[in-house]
């Protein structure tokens, strides 16, 4: 584990992507924000009981593990349209005229739109490499399964998205 991080500086370089993320995957509002209170819930409790030595990928892996939880818990999944995630996409990659954020925004839009009629598997595996760009072994290592898997997970989800946006 990175020593000289703790749970506050985690909480702040971490939340917005993670926010990003368990949005992108449940696409309720309220939802999302109590999965990631419970994350970090979850992280305070682990943190300083495991060897951690990447921090991003442990966390977006009990991201996940929580945002299964809650719905096998509760299978009424309300989805609701936000540009929560489009606006933190626009923040990151710093546009500069109006016309470039209306031309990255209408991208971004048709990609998440593409992205969001996936399997939640496929999608999951997309955001976590296009989005987060988690390595091959890191998605792997978080979800459990082998590093083949996530590659031909990877190819049929984009091979997927490359004909529903031609």
């Known amino acids: 584990m990175e020593k000289h991080l703790d749970l506050e500086d985690i909480y702040l370089l971490y939340i917005n992507d993670l926010y990003a993320y368990i949005f992108s995957l449940c696409k309720n509002k309220s939802l ?29 892996k009990v991201a996940y593990h929580t945002f299964i939880d809650v719905i096998r818990k ?10 929560e995630v489009l606006n933190h996409l626009l923040d990151q ?19 998440f ?3 969001d ?9 997309i955001l976590l490499r296009e989005y987060y760009q ?10 459990n399964i082998s590093l083949s898997k996530v590659k031909v997970t990877l190819y049929r989800g984009r091979k997927e998205i490359e004909k529903k946006l031609d």
């Open 134 to 143: 988690l390595s091959y072994q890191e998605i792997a290592d978080m979800l």
């Open 113 to 115: 739109r593409v992205v």
């Open 117 to 125: 009629q996936l399997t939640l598997y496929k999608r999951n595996v």
């Open 74 to 83: 509760d299978k009424r999944l309300v989805q609701v349209k936000d540009d």
């Open 32 to 60: 999302a924000e109590d999965i990631v209170q419970e994350t970090f819930y979850r992280a305070c409790l682990y943190l300083e009981t495991d060897n951690i030595e990447k921090i991003k990928p442990w966390l977006f």
């Open 93 to 111: 990659n710093q546009v500069k005229s109006a016309e470039d954020e209306y031309m990255v925004k209408d991208q971004l839009n048709d990609w």
